[in-house]
């Protein structure tokens, strides 16, 4: 297990997790995860973070490859979930470390916990900063990217952010740098990450952002704790304009339709109202949630501004996927957003109600009323369900100035 000097003296030491598919516990990582541990030797020997728990062998297997353990002065804890603080207690008892540095809520997450019972833990805030011999390394806490208790540390004279799960990616890769993978594939698990991850904090992304830009502070590296780091000035920008465009949530010419069916009516209203999309010059695509996960439908959601709903009516009701779905959704609090409802009933009805009651709680304006078509649609149930998308498609260009 080697590691990986992303800087001189600067260690990556973390762990690529190949096959695991659940991020978080409640989003999907369809490329797998790394979770990245950064080891700097200087006078003081600091590590940043450490990795899930199960890849405790791993970590501790890349670091003695550069340095003995017990030579860890400092670990600096950016962010207690367990993907970046599960090996911390067998690394305090490896280590014996001098000092473990987080944030003022990260001591309480870290005493909550684990037992911190004489471990050396020493707060800092942002405008701390602390001296390893030819390097510093100042604090800044940016609470709720992505728990209350993360922070991120920049080391000014090597430029380097290492910025914990903000920036991030879910991605498994024997490379470690942006600049060696597809640019495609990096900004769609960019795309990914932030839509199921960042996207309530997006307000805070914004000011993060401006903090740093206000700064002046000189970043050539992005060290992430998740996928791959970005190197360069041109690619750590990159990454901040994307992050920008992310958080900013401008109105986009695309749609998606998201539904679940019983006995297919619904799902051949979805393809009417698409087709109605198509007609406009308005690019769709339609999402079944029996075959789509709620991440993937996140992700997609972060390239479309117009959002369709169907469900057919069950038990005075809608289909429990679309439910969990919703509730997935809402928390995750998208902006700017048009949307629409659509489904088909038996006897009684409230699909359409509910669906767009739930649209409207989120804050989506809903332009057009809802279709609701009884058991089969037929001809005429087509033609509304087709007008339905011509209409939000017409209301979206309006939006995006088409
Ligand atoms: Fe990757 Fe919030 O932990």
């Known amino acids: ?61 890349r670091m003695s490859n550069v340095t003995e353990l017990e030579k860890v002065d400092y670990i600096v804890c950016n ?19 001098e000092k473990i540095f987080c944030s003022p809520l990260g001591k309480r997450s870290m005493q909550a916990h684990y037992d911190t019972e004489g471990w050396p833990i020493e707060v800092v805030k942002t405008g701390d900063s602390i001296n390893i011999g030819s390097r510093d390394i100042q604090f800044i806490e940016t609470r ?36 060696e993978v597809d640019r495609a594939v990096v900004e769609h698990d960019m795309v990914e990450y932030y839509h199921n991850i960042v996207l309530p904090f997006s307000p805070l992304v914004l000011k993060t952002l401006d903090a740093i830009a206000e700064m002046g502070i000189e970043i050539d590296m992005l060290a992430p704790d998740h996928g791959l780091i970005f190197r360069g000035k041109e690619d750590v920008q990159w990454c901040f304009d994307k992050y920008r465009e992310f958080a900013e949530q401008a109105w ?58 169907g469900s057919p009516t069950h038990n005075n009701g809608i289909l429990p996927e679309v439910a969990k779905m919703l509730t997935y959704m809402k928390g995750l609090r998208p902006q700017n957003r048009i949307g629409g409802a659509f489904g088909s009933f038996g006897w009684s009805g409230e699909c359409v109600k509910s669906l767009s009651g739930s649209l409207v709680d989120m804050g989506f304006e809903m332009p057009v009323d809802g279709v609701k078509i009884q058991f089969v649609p037929t001809h005429d149930s087509f033609k509304k369900c087709y007008e339905m998308g011509v209409e939000l498609a017409k209301a979206l260009k309006e939006k995006c100035g088409d």
């Open 1 to 61: 297990m080697h590691p990986v000097e992303i800087k001189k003296d600067v260690f990556w030491v973390g762990a690529v997790d190949y096959t695991s598919r659940d991020f978080h516990g409640y989003s999907l990582s369809p490329q797998g995860t790394t979770y990245n541990t950064y080891l700097v030797k200087d006078e003081k020997t600091v590590l940043f973070d450490t990795v899930k728990s199960n890849f405790l062998d791993t970590m501790l297997c």
């Open 79 to 97: 962010h207690l979930e367990p993907d970046h603080s599960g090996c911390l207690p067998k690394l305090v008892e490896l280590c014996k470390p």
């Open 144 to 179: 709720m990217l992505h728990w209350p208790d993360s922070m991120v540390s920049y080391i000014p004279q090597d430029k380097l952010l290492i910025c914990n799960d903000i920036f991030g990616q879910n991605i498994s890769t024997t490379e470690r740098f942006v600049d």
């Open 252 to 309: 986009k010419k695309r749609a998606v339709i998201i539904f679940d069916t019983m006995w297919h009516s619904t799902e051949k209203m979805a393809y009417a109202v698409a087709e109605g999309f198509e007609s406009e010059g308005v690019p769709v695509r339609i999402m079944h949630l029996k075959t789509d996960h709620h991440s993937a439908v996140m992700t997609e959601l972060g390239r479309a501004s117009a959002v369709v709903f």
